[in-house]
């Protein structure tokens, strides 16, 4: 959907319903215009019928008066029904917006996801589907039915008046006494989703060391808070609510008195007097509903607010030009990065440049920076300086449905998405059946998947279900290299691995070697780091060195550079022994010469 600068998605597709909610005004229009036909039946019936006692006027106004009931409710059918189309139109136009917007917001706060904006946006579509909205349709009908009461008795008018003024006074205090406790018990409401949430995510810790009482007193802190504002808030509500129908009710039966005395007097029918009292009541019904429906009101309104800050705040990808498919050279240069919202950065001035097929291995001791620069390097992480670059092209240029297919990841933690392995190797795109067992097999993950039940069919949840860690590491590096990818970034592949596991990522390295791709690899494995052309030292987020793995051939000259460091040396430094009979490493940004 197209995005004005000054307007999220929502208000757009609100603004595109516009024309539906004028249908649903002009529909009101005559709803209540029909509404008049009770009190002008009893008029009739009252001052025509019992006057003439004449059944055939009764039974032509019967008749006429049974009509304009049917066309009414056909009318608010009809009404309510282009509302639920209103909403469901709104859920349909917006939530692909909605889904990305979550999506890379989970992404710029890391470690923080929620799911609150699709619930928010079924509350906002709830309401708009509702009969919470009618009240505020019905509310522009008050001052016509005052009108008409006034036609009456200039006393009906004043009075009617009156009591629509003090049930507004009524429905304002309920605004300004409860908007604020609703607001919190909102917040409180979503917090303590979001925590149920993350600790179901976490089942299997929480049950092995005991900690769910721990974590169920949280939850319940935040719980509670939320059921003391949200009962704090009905409470007021209902309490004014009780006092407006009460008071409804009583002013509709004292208009009654009101017509009497006015009867005795001689300035009006027994009719008018009945006529006027239902009158009465339409003209504050819509105000006693406003006040009945205010808590729903609150939610869609704060619900409102919350996604128009969520799309302001994650504009939606521009469209892009496309390129041409990179080649695997990445460019790092002076890069400054951290976790996105982070103001400290966690790299320093990195620069490197890796040619198209060479493997390089990052190495350091724990919080180096490690997965940080490899989520920098795909830029999911983007830079606070400098730049990254995929065959010359800076990598937040690109749209990322484009650039997935020329980039594998295998990040730490390896996620598996609900779905068959073919589904979760082929990344949840078309399955090539060809490319997903050749991924496979790169992965040395073939066989294992042959004897799971239904084979590539076989499904798996999010947490992997039937499948060791080890079996999901090897899932995700064939999804990593499903449909060749020229660029590879695996953070530490080899972590649950067991011996033949390594022996199938050697393999695995080898083939991608032969075909060209581009590898960084985190592991401080020295079978893996046999494989590699350069290793890269990080250490505090600064390169302390990128220098070829291996010593030169014997006939080849000797390292002369400080950064040609022999690999047994970095190794020593990744693991925090430095190696003090060398002097400091410095940066090398230039890749060797081949
Ligand atoms: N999501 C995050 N939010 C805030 N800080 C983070 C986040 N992820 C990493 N960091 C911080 O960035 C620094 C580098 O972390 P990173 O995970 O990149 O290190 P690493 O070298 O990969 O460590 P390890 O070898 O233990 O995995 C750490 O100080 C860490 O606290």
């Not at 949430?197 to 900690?211: D, H, I, P």
């Not at 987020?541 to 040396?569: L, N, W, Y």
Request: aromatic share 6%; charged share 15%.
């Amino acid at each position: 959907m197209a995005t004005s600068p000054d307007k999220t998605d929502l208000q757009l597709a609100l603004a595109a319903s516009r024309q539906a909610f004028l249908y649903i005004l002009l529909f009101s229009l005559f709803i209540n215009l029909l509404m008049l036909a009770p009190s002008i039946y009893m008029l009739q019936v009252y001052d025509r019928v019992i006057t003439t006692r004449s059944p055939e006027t009764l039974l032509m106004l019967t008749l006429v008066v049974v009509f304009l009931f049917i066309v009414m409710g056909s009318l608010d059918l009809v009404r309510s029904r282009i509302l639920v189309r209103v909403g469901n139109r709104l859920d349909m136009q917006i939530s692909d917006r909605l889904y990305q917007a979550t999506f890379k917001r989970a992404l710029l706060v890391p470690g923080k996801p929620s799911a609150q904006p699709f619930n928010d946006l079924t509350t906002l579509r709830q309401f708009l589907s509702g009969n919470g909205l009618f009240a505020f349709f019905d509310a522009p009908w008050i001052p016509v039915y005052i009108a008409i009461l006034t036609l009456f008795h200039p006393w009906f008018g004043i009075f009617a008046a009156v009591a629509a003024s003090v049930l507004m006074v009524l429905a304002w205090i309920n605004e300004k006494s409860t908007q604020s406790l609703l607001s919190e018990a909102n917040r409180e409401h979503v917090q303590s989703q979001d925590l149920a949430q993350s600790n179901l995510r976490n089942a299997e810790v929480l049950q092995a060391m005991g900690m769910l009482p721990n974590l169920l007193a949280r939850w319940r802190g935040k719980h509670h808070d939320y059921l003391v504002h949200q009962s704090h808030a009905s409470d007021r509500a209902g309490a004014l609510s009780n006092v407006s129908k009460t008071l409804r009710v009583m002013f509709q039966s004292l208009i009654l008195g009101l017509g009497a005395f006015l009867v005795i007097e001689g300035s009006l029918t027994g009719g008018m007097m009945i006529a006027g009292s239902i009158l009465m009541g339409r003209a504050l019904a819509p105000i006693d509903q406003m006040i009945g429906g205010w808590k729903g009101f609150v939610a869609a309104r704060t619900a409102h607010a919350r996604l128009n800050a969520l799309l302001s705040a994650v504009p939606a990808e521009p469209q892009r030009m496309p390129l041409p498919p990179p080649v695997g050279r990445l460019a790092l240069e002076t890069v400054t990065a951290g976790p996105p919202g982070e103001n400290r950065p966690t790299l320093w001035d990195l620069s490197l440049q890796s040619n198209p097929g060479e493997h390089i291995a990052i190495v350091g001791p724990s919080a180096a920076g490690k997965s940080t620069l490899a989520r920098v390097m795909l830029g999911v992480w983007p830079v606070q300086s400098g730049s990254v670059r995929l065959g010359g092209t800076d990598i937040s240029q690109w749209p990322r449905e484009r650039l997935g297919p020329f980039i594998g990841y295998l990040p730490q933690d390896v996620e598996l998405f609900d779905g068959s392995i073919s589904e979760n190797i082929a990344r949840f795109g078309d399955v090539n059946p060809a490319q997903v067992i050749e991924a496979a097999q790169k992965a040395g993950v073939h066989d294992i998947i042959l004897r799971q039940s239904a084979g590539y069919d076989t499904q798996i949840s999010g947490s992997g279900g039937v499948l060791s860690g080890g079996q999901r590491q090897r899932l995700g590096l064939a999804r990593a290299l499903y449909g060749n990818p020229v660029l590879v970034v695996l953070d530490e592949p080899d972590a649950n691995l067991d011996a033949s596991g390594e022996r199938a990522l050697q393999h695995c390295l080898r083939q991608l070697r032969t075909q060209g791709t581009t590898v960084f690899i985190i592991s401080h494995s020295p079978a893996i780091l046999e494989h590699v052309d350069r290793v890269l030292v990080l250490q505090e987020g600064r390169m302390v060195s990128c220098a070829p793995a291996h010593p030169p051939a014997p006939k080849m000259p000797q390292p002369t550079r400080e950064t040609d460091t022999p690999i047994h040396s970095i190794r020593m430094r990744a693991r925090g022994k430095p190696d003090d009979s060398r002097p400091p490493l410095s940066l090398s940004p230039e890749p060797p010469k081949s």
